[in-house]
Structures are given as structure tokens and as C-alpha cells.
């Protein structure tokens, strides 16, 4: 097959490895990649990740036979259904099915239509509406933009009051992040967090694989958010059964209320979860892979991925080929050094360097210029490794990032010490407050 993968991120680095060394994988191609996906295949780095219609053209004239959609902003511009209706096999929803993430107050109609377990929320539309609800809430409340916000459209508040103040900045001269007009007013939800991700193939979704991520830029948790410093898989700590329970509660529901509402989802489907004393609920919805969880998840897979997405995008997705080593995996994030208040751009960063067996590295928004990278700074590189255990991999991955910074500038970039150490409290500790 010629594959595909859109998108410039680390993630699909990740995707792009994966992809490249599947056996049935011919020849990779990348719109508009990065020096990662450089290093295995063609760039077609003049063309946007979201720009259809020229993606759907050059994927005809390349004769494409599976495109690999990344990031959602893409699935939101509706790349997918363009490409699909020019007869060539997508692995990434429709713009409609999309809405699962795109919009947060479809999501949570949706879940509400289908009872699906998440937060109770209050969608509104005006500072004034938002007022009232806000009026006699009660306990944390989280607030949340309705469109796609790159990170930057939830805000959890200890209270009414702090809730309301970030309701008033929205709707006042800051404006809504991610410029849409609808906010999402929910409980705040007390447990662990997980990301699961299933599989769809347009009638099922059979579930995948999972992650812990760490989105705060600080170790401890503390600091700003950002778009992710780290993430490892296995998850420790959650039920045994766990995925049984997040079949039958959110999975199959889901499935059954896309084919009721007469939707086809063929792609990755993250769900965000928060595992309460009650199980697991929804906090959000991704209609894409995770990013750094690819990270952490792409060094376990086994098998022919290329042909395990072809299959999903072709309506035929046969679990069978699902595989995975029963190895941990850690993914450490380096980021310029005052991300993400900003990204500075970081040059001439070294294309080559060895590593370890069991650690591999991924570029993030990034360029080859001959022997050098330069990047777009932010998240520069993750480096993933592999372990007997979570903390065998934890060491490979801190031992290669301490070795990657001496080399990329210790002023440079810098990384969250944390990750996978603070595994949090055992579910059973854990409640709920609703
Ligand atoms: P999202 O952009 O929807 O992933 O939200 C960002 C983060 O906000 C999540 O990873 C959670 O840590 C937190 N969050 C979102 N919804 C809730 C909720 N209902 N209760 C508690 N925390 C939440
Ligand atoms: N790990 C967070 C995200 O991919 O949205």
C-alpha cells in the first residue's frame, strides 16, 4: 500500500514509524510532515494538513491507498470526507461523526441522547445565561468552550464564583478560546484519568489500547496546562476488567447511537475518561490519536498497524490483528524552555544520534536542513522507551533524555521529571463528588 499520514506533529512521527515498518506498507508519504516523517518517506510539505481538496488531488495523482488522518483539525476542516469521496480508503471520521469532538456541546447532547456516563452540564450561549445557571450551582465546576481550543478551552473551578469569572472573561473583550459562542457548564468530576481509544471501523468500535498522560507543564502537576509532557502505557491501577466495564458503558452505547443517528465513524475514537467511585465517565472526546499517548502506545504495537487501520477504514476491521508486547512503555516530552507561554524556534539541532536499544525519539513541528533540524520549539522531541516494567522503562526513557538535552543545549529544552513516577492513588481511595 502508499500510505498517507497527515499531520506535522510528534504524534504522527510516531504513526509515520509505525506505518512505515508495517509489511504492508510500500512506500510512505507525509502532508506536510515534519524531519521524522522525512526520514521515511516524501513530504508534501507545501500542502496544509487541513486543505482537502489538494490533499485529495496529490493523494489521487500518488495513487494513495490509505490516508492516516492525525490531527483534528483536519477531521473538523473536513479532510476526510473529501478524500473519501474520491474513492480512496481514509482512517479518520467525517466532519459530522467529528462533532463527537469538535464540539463539546454536541459531544454532550450526544451522551445525553444515548446515556453514555459523563458529567451533568449545561450548555449557554450569553454571559446572562451563564449568570443563572452559575446561581445556585454547587461545588467545582469546570467550563469549557464549545469548539476546538488547542488546549486552552477548559478551565476546572473550585467554585461558582471562580467559574463565573472565566464565563466573564470569555464572553468580554478576551473572547471565547477557539472563537465559537456556546460554553459548557459541568460538575467536577474526582477520580483518575485514563485515555482509552478504540478502533471504529464505521459499524463498530472495538477498543485498542490505553494511556496516562501528563498535561501540566510542571512536575507535581503544577503549572500551566500544555499540549502534553509525557505519557506512559500500560495504566496501573484501574480494575482489573476495566476494559469489559468501558465496553459495555461507553463503547457499545456509542456505537449503537452513531448507527442511530445514521453516522459512520471509521477512525480512532479517544475517549478521555475520569474513573470515579461510579466507574468510568466521559470528560471528553477525540476523534483522532493522542498526542504524546502515541508516543507511549506506537514502541508496544505488534503486527501489520497499516493493514489493522486499512481494514477499519475499509469497514472490516478484524481484531485479530490487534497486538501488543507485554512490555511498559514511558514517553518523556523536551520542550523549549519557556513552553507554553511561548515557542521559541530551536535550529540546528543534530538529524542523527544513537540511542539505546528499547529507545526510540520522535520530532514534533519540525524541518530537515541537510544534516540539522530546525524546529518550531514547543514540544521539540519525545523520547519513548521500553521496559520489563514501568520503571525499567522510566529509567531508559530519563537516561536518553538527560543525554538528547546535553546535546541539544541544557538552556535549550527541559523536560517534567515525573512522568510515570506519580502514578496516582489506587481507584478504590478515589470519589466522586457530583
Ligand atoms: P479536555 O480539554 O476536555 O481534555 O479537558 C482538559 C482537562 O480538564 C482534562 O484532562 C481534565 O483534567 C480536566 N477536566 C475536564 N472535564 C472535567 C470534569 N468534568 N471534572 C474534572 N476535571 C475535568
Ligand atoms: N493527550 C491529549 C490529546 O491528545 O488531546
Same mark, same amino acid.
Given at each position: 500500500?502508499?500510505?498517507?499520514?497527515?499531520?506535522?506533529?510528534?504524534? &504522527?512521527?510516531?504513526?509515520?514509524?509505525?506505518?512505515?515498518?508495517?509489511?504492508?506498507?510500500?512506500?510512505?508519504?507525509?502532508?506536510?510532515?515534519?524531519?521524522?516523517?522525512?526520514?521515511?518517506?516524501?513530504?508534501?510539505?507545501?500542502?496544509?494538513?487541513?486543505?482537502?481538496?489538494?490533499?485529495?488531488?496529490?493523494?489521487? &495523482?500518488?495513487?494513495?491507498?490509505?490516508?492516516?488522518?492525525?490531527?483534528?483539525?483536519?477531521?473538523?476542516?473536513?479532510?476526510?470526507?473529501?478524500?473519501?469521496?474520491?474513492?480512496?480508503?481514509? !482512517?479518520?471520521?467525517?466532519?459530522?461523526?467529528?462533532?463527537?469532538?469538535?464540539?463539546?456541546?454536541?459531544?454532550?447532547?450526544?451522551?445525553?441522547?444515548?446515556?453514555?456516563?459523563?458529567?451533568?452540564?449545561?450548555?449557554?450561549?450569553?454571559? &446572562?445565561?451563564?449568570?443563572?445557571?452559575?446561581?445556585?450551582? &454547587?461545588?467545582?465546576?469546570?467550563?469549557?468552550?464549545?469548539?476546538?481550543?488547542?488546549?486552552?478551552?477548559?478551565?476546572?473551578?473550585?467554585?461558582?464564583?471562580?467559574?463565573?469569572?472565566?464565563?466573564?472573561?470569555?464572553?468580554?473583550?478576551?473572547?471565547?478560546?477557539?472563537?465559537?459562542?456556546?460554553?459548557?457548564?459541568?460538575?467536577?468530576?474526582?477520580?483518575?484519568?485514563?485515555? !482509552?481509544?478504540?478502533?471504529?471501523?464505521?459499524?463498530?468500535?472495538?477498543?485498542?489500547?490505553?494511556?496516562?498522560?501528563?498535561?501540566?507543564?510542571?512536575?507535581?502537576?503544577?503549572?500551566?496546562?500544555?499540549?502534553?509532557?509525557?505519557?506512559?502505557?500500560?495504566?496501573?491501577?484501574?480494575?482489573?476488567?476495566?476494559?469489559?466495564?468501558?465496553?459495555?458503558?461507553?463503547?457499545?452505547?456509542?456505537?449503537?447511537?452513531?448507527?442511530?443517528?445514521?453516522?459512520?465513524?471509521?477512525?480512532?475514537?479517544?475517549?478521555?475518561?475520569?474513573?470515579?467511585?461510579?466507574?468510568?465517565?466521559?470528560?471528553?472526546?477525540?476523534?483522532?490519536?493522542?498526542?504524546?499517548?502515541?508516543?507511549?502506545?506506537?514502541?508496544?504495537?505488534?503486527?501489520?498497524?497499516?493493514?489493522?487501520?486499512?481494514?477499519?477504514?475499509?469497514?472490516?476491521?478484524?481484531?485479530?490483528?490487534?497486538?501488543?508486547?507485554?512490555?511498559?512503555?514511558?514517553?518523556?516530552?523536551?520542550?523549549?524552555?519557556?513552553?507554553?507561554?511561548?515557542?521559541?524556534?530551536?535550529?540546528?539541532?543534530?538529524?542523527?544520534?544513537?540511542?539505546?536499544?528499547?529507545?526510540?525519539?520522535?520530532?514534533?513541528?519540525?524541518?530537515?536542513?541537510?544534516?540539522?533540524?530546525?524546529?518550531?520549539?514547543?514540544?521539540?522531541?519525545?523520547?519513548?522507551?521500553?521496559?520489563?516494567?514501568?520503571?525499567?522503562?522510566?529509567?531508559?526513557?530519563?537516561?536518553?533524555?538527560?543525554?538528547?538535552?546535553?546535546?541539544?543545549?541544557?538552556?535549550?529544552?527541559?523536560?517534567?521529571?515525573?512522568?510515570?513516577?506519580?502514578?496516582?492513588?489506587?481507584?478504590?481511595?478515589?470519589?466522586?463528588?457530583?
Amino acid at each position: 500500500m502508499n500510505i498517507l499520514v497527515i499531520g506535522n506533529g510528534t504524534r &504522527e512521527d510516531a504513526l509515520s514509524w509505525l506505518l512505515a515498518n508495517s509489511p504492508s506498507c510500500s512506500a510512505l508519504f507525509a502532508a506536510p510532515g515534519n524531519a521524522g516523517t522525512a526520514s521515511r518517506g516524501e513530504n508534501w510539505s507545501e500542502i496544509s494538513a487541513t486543505d482537502g481538496k489538494t490533499l485529495a488531488e496529490r493523494a489521487l &495523482e500518488k495513487k494513495i491507498d490509505l490516508v492516516v488522518i492525525g490531527p483534528d483539525a483536519a477531521i473538523a476542516a473536513g479532510v476526510a470526507d473529501r478524500i473519501r469521496a474520491a474513492g480512496i480508503a481514509v !482512517f479518520g471520521p467525517d466532519r459530522s461523526p467529528g462533532r463527537l469532538e469538535s464540539s463539546k456541546i454536541f459531544a454532550k447532547r450526544f451522551m445525553e441522547r444515548h446515556g453514555i456516563p459523563t458529567a451533568r452540564g449545561r450548555a449557554v450561549h450569553s454571559l &446572562e445565561a451563564g449568570r443563572k445557571v452559575l446561581s445556585d450551582w &454547587e461545588g467545582g465546576c469546570v467550563v469549557k468552550a464549545d469548539g476546538l481550543a488547542s488546549g486552552k478551552g477548559v478551565v476546572v473551578a473550585a467554585d461558582a464564583q471562580a467559574a463565573l469569572a472565566t464565563v466573564e472573561e470569555w464572553y468580554g473583550p478576551a473572547g471565547i478560546p477557539g472563537g465559537g459562542s456556546g460554553i459548557i457548564l459541568e460538575r467536577r468530576l474526582i477520580g483518575r484519568e485514563l485515555s !482509552f481509544f478504540a478502533l471504529g471501523d464505521g459499524a463498530t468500535l472495538v477498543p485498542w489500547v490505553s494511556a496516562c498522560d501528563y498535561k501540566r507543564a510542571l512536575d507535581g502537576d503544577r503549572g500551566p496546562n500544555t499540549g502534553g509532557m509525557g505519557s506512559y502505557t500500560p495504566p496501573e491501577g484501574f480494575p482489573r476488567n476495566y476494559v469489559e466495564i468501558i465496553r459495555e458503558r461507553i463503547l457499545d452505547p456509542v456505537a449503537r447511537g452513531l448507527k442511530a443517528e445514521g453516522e459512520r465513524y471509521m477512525g480512532a475514537l479517544y475517549c478521555g475518561l475520569m474513573w470515579t467511585d461510579d466507574g468510568p465517565m466521559v470528560i471528553e472526546f477525540n476523534a483522532r490519536f493522542g498526542d504524546p499517548e502515541m508516543q507511549a502506545i506506537a514502541p508496544r504495537v505488534r503486527g501489520d498497524f497499516a493493514a489493522l487501520l486499512a481494514g477499519a477504514a475499509q469497514g472490516r476491521l478484524d481484531p485479530a490483528l490487534i497486538d501488543f508486547t507485554d512490555e511498559a512503555c514511558v514517553a518523556v516530552v523536551l520542550t523549549t524552555t519557556e513552553y507554553p507561554i511561548r515557542s521559541t524556534p530551536l535550529g540546528g539541532l543534530p538529524s542523527e544520534f544513537a540511542l539505546p536499544d528499547k529507545v526510540l525519539s520522535f520530532w514534533g513541528v519540525s524541518r530537515r536542513n541537510g544534516d540539522v533540524v530546525d524546529t518550531a520549539g514547543g514540544r521539540v522531541l519525545t523520547i519513548s522507551a521500553l521496559g520489563s516494567s514501568l520503571e525499567q522503562a522510566r529509567d531508559r526513557a530519563y537516561e536518553a533524555a538527560r543525554d538528547i538535552r546535553a546535546k541539544f543545549g541544557v538552556d535549550a529544552v527541559r523536560y517534567r521529571r515525573d512522568i510515570a513516577l506519580s502514578v496516582s492513588p489506587p481507584v478504590e481511595k478515589v470519589s466522586s463528588v457530583t
